[in-house]
Protein backbone atom coordinates (compact mmCIF):
# COMPACT_ATOMS: atom_id res chain seq x y z
CA UNK A 1 0.00 0.00 0.00
CA UNK A 2 2.87 2.16 0.92
CA UNK A 3 4.19 1.71 -2.88
CA UNK A 4 1.06 2.67 -4.43
CA UNK A 5 -0.15 5.54 -1.75
CA UNK A 6 3.55 7.42 -2.89
CA UNK A 7 2.61 7.13 -6.46
CA UNK A 8 -0.78 8.05 -6.28
CA UNK A 9 0.67 11.34 -4.09
CA UNK A 10 3.51 11.73 -6.79
CA UNK A 11 1.69 11.72 -9.97
CA UNK A 12 -1.44 13.74 -8.71
CA UNK A 13 0.89 16.48 -8.33
CA UNK A 14 1.14 16.70 -11.87
CA UNK A 15 -2.46 16.61 -12.72
CA UNK A 16 -5.16 18.50 -12.10
CA UNK A 17 -9.18 18.13 -13.23
CA UNK A 18 -8.87 20.67 -15.78
CA UNK A 19 -6.38 19.10 -17.79
CA UNK A 20 -8.27 15.93 -17.91
CA UNK A 21 -9.88 16.75 -21.92
CA UNK A 22 -6.68 15.42 -23.33
CA UNK A 23 -5.20 12.45 -22.74
CA UNK A 24 -1.75 12.96 -21.62
CA UNK A 25 -0.14 10.17 -24.02
CA UNK A 26 0.18 12.12 -26.93
CA UNK A 27 -1.89 14.69 -25.95
CA UNK A 28 -4.83 12.37 -27.58
CA UNK A 29 -8.40 14.37 -27.98
CA UNK A 30 -10.58 12.58 -26.64
CA UNK A 31 -14.55 12.89 -26.22
CA UNK A 32 -16.36 13.02 -23.19
CA UNK A 33 -20.73 12.76 -21.93
CA UNK A 34 -21.98 14.95 -19.52
CA UNK A 35 -24.42 13.50 -16.73
CA UNK A 36 -27.07 15.54 -18.18
CA UNK A 37 -26.64 15.14 -21.62
CA UNK A 38 -26.79 10.81 -20.26
CA UNK A 39 -29.65 12.19 -18.66
CA UNK A 40 -31.43 13.67 -21.62
CA UNK A 41 -30.20 10.74 -24.02
CA UNK A 42 -32.84 8.26 -22.59
CA UNK A 43 -36.64 9.27 -23.14
CA UNK A 44 -38.36 7.82 -20.09
CA UNK A 45 -41.31 9.77 -18.89
CA UNK A 46 -40.64 11.21 -15.35
CA UNK A 47 -43.14 9.73 -13.54
CA UNK A 48 -41.47 6.43 -14.15
CA UNK A 49 -40.16 5.39 -10.53
CA UNK A 50 -38.01 2.88 -11.83
CA UNK A 51 -36.28 5.21 -13.94
CA UNK A 52 -34.98 7.26 -10.90
CA UNK A 53 -34.54 4.36 -8.04
CA UNK A 54 -31.52 3.48 -6.76
CA UNK A 55 -32.20 -0.22 -6.17
CA UNK A 56 -31.25 -2.94 -4.64
CA UNK A 57 -27.80 -1.79 -3.68
CA UNK A 58 -28.66 1.64 -2.51
CA UNK A 59 -32.52 0.70 -0.77
CA UNK A 60 -31.86 2.75 2.33
CA UNK A 61 -31.20 6.04 0.23
CA UNK A 62 -34.25 6.21 -1.49
CA UNK A 63 -35.37 7.48 -4.92
CA UNK A 64 -33.43 10.51 -6.44
CA UNK A 65 -34.79 12.41 -9.76
CA UNK A 66 -31.51 14.21 -11.36
CA UNK A 67 -33.67 16.16 -13.91
CA UNK A 68 -34.54 17.70 -11.11
CA UNK A 69 -32.81 17.63 -8.23
CA UNK A 70 -29.35 19.46 -7.66
CA UNK A 71 -27.58 16.07 -7.56
CA UNK A 72 -23.55 15.46 -7.01
CA UNK A 73 -21.20 12.30 -6.76
CA UNK A 74 -19.31 11.21 -4.17
CA UNK A 75 -16.46 9.69 -5.09
CA UNK A 76 -13.73 8.29 -3.64
CA UNK A 77 -10.30 6.47 -5.46
CA UNK A 78 -7.55 3.72 -4.35
CA UNK A 79 -9.51 2.06 -1.17
CA UNK A 80 -10.61 0.18 0.70
CA UNK A 81 -8.34 1.16 3.20
CA UNK A 82 -7.43 1.14 7.12
CA UNK A 83 -9.61 4.46 6.91
CA UNK A 84 -12.55 2.80 4.60
CA UNK A 85 -14.51 1.46 7.90
CA UNK A 86 -14.92 5.08 9.54
CA UNK A 87 -16.09 6.51 6.43
CA UNK A 88 -18.21 4.05 6.02
CA UNK A 89 -19.95 4.35 9.02
CA UNK A 90 -19.90 8.87 8.58
CA UNK A 91 -21.26 7.83 5.12
CA UNK A 92 -24.35 5.49 7.04
CA UNK A 93 -24.97 7.79 9.66
CA UNK A 94 -25.75 10.50 7.36
CA UNK A 95 -27.43 8.69 4.81
CA UNK A 96 -25.12 9.28 1.74
CA UNK A 97 -24.58 7.53 -1.05
CA UNK A 98 -20.71 7.01 -2.67
CA UNK A 99 -19.14 5.35 -5.49
CA UNK A 100 -16.09 3.73 -5.11
CA UNK A 101 -13.12 3.04 -7.46
CA UNK A 102 -11.45 0.41 -6.12
CA UNK A 103 -7.57 -0.70 -6.49
CA UNK A 104 -7.45 -4.56 -6.41
CA UNK A 105 -3.76 -5.27 -5.56
CA UNK A 106 -3.66 -4.96 -1.54
CA UNK A 107 -6.53 -3.54 -1.41
CA UNK A 108 -9.47 -5.23 -2.93
CA UNK A 109 -6.85 -8.07 -1.63
CA UNK A 110 -6.23 -7.07 1.79
CA UNK A 111 -9.84 -5.88 3.02
CA UNK A 112 -12.58 -8.14 1.27
CA UNK A 113 -14.59 -7.62 4.25
CA UNK A 114 -14.73 -3.62 3.52
CA UNK A 115 -15.80 -4.64 -0.24
CA UNK A 116 -18.67 -6.93 0.67
CA UNK A 117 -19.91 -4.04 3.38
CA UNK A 118 -19.32 -1.14 0.76
CA UNK A 119 -21.79 -3.41 -1.44
CA UNK A 120 -24.19 -4.51 1.46
CA UNK A 121 -24.68 -0.91 2.36
CA UNK A 122 -25.49 -0.14 -1.17
CA UNK A 123 -22.69 1.92 -2.31
CA UNK A 124 -21.66 1.33 -6.07
CA UNK A 125 -18.14 -0.35 -6.82
CA UNK A 126 -15.90 0.58 -9.25
CA UNK A 127 -12.90 0.12 -10.96
CA UNK A 128 -9.84 2.11 -10.42
CA UNK A 129 -7.41 -0.86 -11.77
CA UNK A 130 -5.33 -3.69 -10.04
CA UNK A 131 -2.07 -1.92 -10.05
CA UNK A 132 -2.96 1.40 -10.51
CA UNK A 133 -0.66 1.72 -13.86
CA UNK A 134 -0.94 4.23 -16.78
CA UNK A 135 -3.30 2.20 -18.87
CA UNK A 136 -2.05 4.59 -21.86
CA UNK A 137 1.39 3.49 -21.41
CA UNK A 138 0.25 -0.60 -21.32
CA UNK A 139 -0.58 -2.95 -24.16
CA UNK A 140 -3.66 -3.76 -25.36
CA UNK A 141 -3.35 -7.69 -23.10
CA UNK A 142 -1.81 -5.40 -20.52
CA UNK A 143 -4.89 -3.30 -20.01
CA UNK A 144 -7.51 -6.03 -19.92
CA UNK A 145 -6.02 -8.01 -17.42
CA UNK A 146 -5.69 -4.62 -15.18
CA UNK A 147 -9.62 -4.78 -15.86
CA UNK A 148 -10.26 -8.00 -15.52
CA UNK A 149 -8.51 -8.80 -12.54
CA UNK A 150 -10.45 -6.15 -10.71
CA UNK A 151 -13.64 -6.94 -12.00
CA UNK A 152 -13.13 -10.48 -10.96
CA UNK A 153 -12.19 -9.68 -7.70
CA UNK A 154 -15.15 -7.72 -6.82
CA UNK A 155 -17.21 -10.16 -8.23
CA UNK A 156 -16.38 -12.99 -6.50
CA UNK A 157 -16.96 -11.08 -3.36
CA UNK A 158 -20.25 -9.28 -4.01
CA UNK A 159 -21.95 -11.37 -7.13
CA UNK A 160 -21.91 -8.01 -8.91
CA UNK A 161 -19.65 -7.07 -12.11
CA UNK A 162 -18.40 -3.11 -11.78
CA UNK A 163 -19.77 -1.29 -14.97
CA UNK A 164 -17.62 1.52 -14.63
CA UNK A 165 -13.87 2.19 -14.41
CA UNK A 166 -11.63 5.20 -13.88
CA UNK A 167 -8.13 4.92 -15.06
CA UNK A 168 -5.42 6.10 -13.00
CA UNK A 169 -4.24 9.84 -13.02
CA UNK A 170 -7.29 10.08 -15.60
CA UNK A 171 -5.25 8.77 -18.29
CA UNK A 172 -7.08 7.31 -20.75
CA UNK A 173 -7.65 7.69 -25.05
CA UNK A 174 -9.48 5.66 -27.91
CA UNK A 175 -7.69 2.54 -27.15
CA UNK A 176 -8.32 2.36 -23.75
CA UNK A 177 -11.75 3.45 -24.24
CA UNK A 178 -12.37 0.57 -27.19
CA UNK A 179 -10.57 -2.18 -24.45
CA UNK A 180 -12.46 -0.75 -21.90
CA UNK A 181 -15.84 -1.11 -24.06
CA UNK A 182 -14.91 -4.39 -24.84
CA UNK A 183 -15.30 -5.51 -20.92
CA UNK A 184 -18.43 -3.86 -20.31
CA UNK A 185 -16.92 -0.26 -18.38
CA UNK A 186 -17.63 3.29 -19.07
CA UNK A 187 -15.34 5.20 -17.90
CA UNK A 188 -15.77 8.14 -15.19
CA UNK A 189 -13.58 11.22 -14.57
CA UNK A 190 -14.39 13.91 -11.98
CA UNK A 191 -14.64 18.37 -12.14
CA UNK A 192 -13.68 18.95 -8.60
CA UNK A 193 -10.37 17.78 -7.03
CA UNK A 194 -9.38 18.16 -3.62
CA UNK A 195 -6.16 17.58 -3.72
CA UNK A 196 -6.32 15.38 -0.88
CA UNK A 197 -2.74 13.52 -2.01
CA UNK A 198 -1.02 16.89 -0.94
CA UNK A 199 -2.35 17.97 2.30
CA UNK A 200 -3.57 16.10 6.23
CA UNK A 201 -5.39 19.69 6.76
CA UNK A 202 -8.83 18.22 6.95
CA UNK A 203 -10.42 21.89 6.84
CA UNK A 204 -8.61 22.70 3.61
CA UNK A 205 -9.96 19.33 1.86
CA UNK A 206 -13.43 20.56 3.31
CA UNK A 207 -13.22 23.82 1.79
CA UNK A 208 -12.08 23.28 -1.76
CA UNK A 209 -14.70 20.39 -2.49
CA UNK A 210 -17.57 22.80 -1.07
CA UNK A 211 -16.14 25.65 -3.38
CA UNK A 212 -15.84 23.69 -6.37
CA UNK A 213 -18.98 21.97 -6.44
CA UNK A 214 -22.04 22.72 -8.78
CA UNK A 215 -24.95 20.84 -10.17
CA UNK A 216 -23.64 17.46 -11.42
CA UNK A 217 -20.18 17.98 -10.15
CA UNK A 218 -18.19 14.49 -9.78
CA UNK A 219 -16.27 14.68 -6.26
CA UNK A 220 -12.89 12.95 -6.41
CA UNK A 221 -11.31 12.10 -3.01
CA UNK A 222 -8.83 9.03 -1.67
CA UNK A 223 -10.01 7.54 1.69
CA UNK A 224 -6.35 6.05 2.19
CA UNK A 225 -4.99 9.49 2.85
CA UNK A 226 -4.62 10.81 6.71
CA UNK A 227 -7.11 13.86 6.01
CA UNK A 228 -9.64 13.16 3.89
CA UNK A 229 -12.10 11.02 5.91
CA UNK A 230 -12.57 13.39 8.37
CA UNK A 231 -13.42 16.33 6.21
CA UNK A 232 -16.27 14.14 5.07
CA UNK A 233 -18.58 14.85 7.68
CA UNK A 234 -18.33 18.83 6.75
CA UNK A 235 -18.33 18.58 3.02
CA UNK A 236 -21.61 16.94 3.10
CA UNK A 237 -23.37 19.06 6.35
CA UNK A 238 -21.94 22.06 3.77
CA UNK A 239 -23.25 20.70 0.80
CA UNK A 240 -26.60 19.29 2.33
CA UNK A 241 -26.95 23.30 3.37
CA UNK A 242 -26.61 24.51 -0.51
CA UNK A 243 -29.78 22.22 -1.41
CA UNK A 244 -27.13 19.51 -2.88
CA UNK A 245 -28.85 15.55 -2.84
CA UNK A 246 -25.61 12.91 -3.05
CA UNK A 247 -26.03 10.09 -5.34
CA UNK A 248 -24.07 7.40 -7.43
CA UNK A 249 -22.56 8.03 -9.90
CA UNK A 250 -25.09 5.33 -11.88
CA UNK A 251 -28.27 7.62 -10.36
CA UNK A 252 -26.62 11.13 -11.92
CA UNK A 253 -26.79 9.70 -15.38
CA UNK A 254 -29.90 8.22 -14.80
CA UNK A 255 -32.58 7.50 -16.21
CA UNK A 256 -29.36 7.40 -18.60
CA UNK A 257 -27.15 4.43 -18.30
CA UNK A 258 -23.54 4.25 -18.30
CA UNK A 259 -22.52 3.50 -21.98
CA UNK A 260 -19.20 1.05 -21.98
CA UNK A 261 -16.71 2.65 -24.05
CA UNK A 262 -18.11 6.00 -23.33
CA UNK A 263 -16.09 8.67 -20.85
CA UNK A 264 -18.62 10.95 -18.35
CA UNK A 265 -17.39 13.71 -17.03
CA UNK A 266 -19.19 16.96 -16.05
Known sequence: MTKIRRGLRAAAFALTASTLTLALSGCTQYDTTKPSAA????????????AVDLGDRARDFGTVDCR?????ALTFDAGPSENSSRLLDILKERKVPATFFLLGKNHIAKHPELVRRM???GHELASHTWDHKILTDLGDDEIRDELRRTDDAVEHL???????????QGRTNDRVSALAKEEGLAQVLWDVTCKDYATTDSALIRERAV????????????DLYKGTVPAVPGIIDALKEKGYV????????APGKAEPGRIYKP
Request: charge should be positive.
Open 39 to 50: RKAEAVDVGDAR
Open 246 to 253: FVTVPQLL
Open 158 to 168: TGRRPTLMRPP
Open 68 to 72: RAKCV
Open 119 to 121: ARE
Open 211 to 222: SQTRRDSVILLH
